[in-house]
């Protein structure tokens, strides 16, 4: 029976792949994905960036994969949304022939402070596979420490100051008369 049920599922595969439903090289599982970096330190609101290199380990191209870019909080406090972080999360990769290796510069801008994760899944656009996915880019933001949160110092120091040039204006004027 084992031997008619793998019959099948190749017949299965033949005619999937006769239609076009599934090429040679959309399978993401002969890939390699490394990061130029392991851990990112900056600040809250700088911008940042770092290069992943997606590696065809097989023997044929590989086709209609998609790189992923995701980020998530190691705090459960803190609310990440993925769109504040980059505006350019995906990457619709160009064939990448047996043996050779495609690198993507993710340009990131920190949005939240905190310690996140930063990885980036590459999978076919079926979505017949499940993805494969790069190594963790450890991502500490401090807090920036202002003098001036929320830019209220030149409100609180330009509207008393306003009042006392008033009030001695009117004085002065008093006096005048």
Known sequence: ???????????????????????????????????????????????????????????????????HLNVLSFDSSVYVDPEDWSSHRTDYLAPVPAGESRTVTWRMQAVNAGRFAVYVAVLPRSGSKPPVTGPTIDVVVAKRTTLNPHGVVPLALGVPALLGLLMLGVRMRRRAR
Do not use: C, Q, W, Y
């Open 1 to 67: 029976m084992s031997r008619r049920l793998g019959a099948a599922t190749a017949a299965l595969v033949l005619a999937l792949a006769a239609a076009g439903s599934i090429r040679a090289g959309d399978d993401p599982g002969t890939l390699s994905i490394t990061a130029d970096r392991t851990r990112i330190s900056t600040r809250l609101g700088h911008k940042f960036a770092f290069r992943t290199t997606i590696e065809n380990r097989g023997a044929t191209a590989t086709h209609n994969l998609i790189a």
